[in-house]
T-cell receptor, first 115, second 109 residues
Framework: GAVVSQHPSWVICKSGTSVKIECRSL??????MFWYRQFPKQSLMLMATSNEGSKATYEQGVEKDKFLINHASLTLSTLTVTSAHPEDSSFYICSAILTPPNEQFFGPGTRLTVL | GIQVEQSPPDLILQEGANSTLRCNFS?????LQWFHQNPWGQLINLFYIPSGTKQNGRLSATTVATERYSLLYISSSQTTDSGVYFC???????????FGKGTRLSVIA
């Protein structure tokens, strides 16, 4: 099956610092990747759609200047949380679409804790 | 936008029991997927099933697209089946999945 990796799997940082999370499709190319956020005991909420070679599309209420997304190649998308604050602490998960048949595969997630 | 409702929200089973999880969606879909989220947070693909019936070991799924629902069957449950089961749909194809709130399953020995 298709494999998506994320790095790091967990990170602890001080308030005000920036954190970069990488999402890679290991055995397929993905022109489209998605970034989700999940709070404890809740479902996944879409943050943004990452398109290779073009600007990301952000969901309403997601600050594009705070959550910078770069999809530089067909196998790599990065999410940078800039000037992180404790309220940004969450579980961040990426996904990539395998086409055909347009099935989505998810990375293992990154747990971010901002002190 | 499309709404996805899952039931029941919580389920406790004795090991060996069978269960059915339901997913209702409010509009036609191009893609429907079932996932199992394990205790470490990893989403594991169970089925890609926009229509029809599929089986994989003790799990099977059926989607009746015309009636806008999907069912996930778990037979002979094991403690390792515990976790949250999500149904997610893509209304148009190649677009983000919309997730239901999940069913939290606990299988006790």
């Amino acid at each position: 099956g298709a494999v998506v990796s994320q790095h790091p799997s967990w990170v602890i940082c001080k308030s005000g610092t920036s954190v970069k999370i990488e999402c890679r499709s290991l055995d397929f190319q993905a022109t489209t990747m998605f970034w989700y956020r999940q709070f404890p005991k809740q479902s996944l909420m879409l943050m943004a759609t990452s398109n290779e070679g073009s600007k990301a599309t952000y969901e309403q209420g997601v600050e594009k200047d705070k959550f910078l997304i770069n999809h530089a190649s067909l196998t790599l998308s990065t999410l940078t949380v800039t000037s992180a604050h404790p309220e940004d602490s969450s579980f961040y998960i990426c996904s990539a679409i395998l086409t055909p048949p347009n099935e989505q595969f998810f990375g293992p997630g990154t747990r971010l804790t901002v002190l | 936008g499309i709404q996805v409702e899952q039931s029941p929200p919580d389920l406790i089973l004795q090991e060996g029991a069978n269960s059915t999880l339901r997913c209702n969606f409010s509009d036609s879909v191009n893609n429907l997927q079932w996932f199992h989220q394990n205790p470490w947070g990893q989403l594991i693909n169970l089925f890609y099933i926009p229509s029809g019936t599929k089986q994989n070991g003790r799990l099977s799924a059926t989607t009746v697209a015309t009636e806008r629902y999907s069912l996930l069957y778990i037979s002979s449950s094991q403690t390792t089946d515990s976790g949250v089961y999500f149904c997610a749909v893509d209304p148009t194809g190649n677009t983000p999945l919309v997730f239901g709130k999940g069913t939290r399953l606990s299988v006790i020995a």
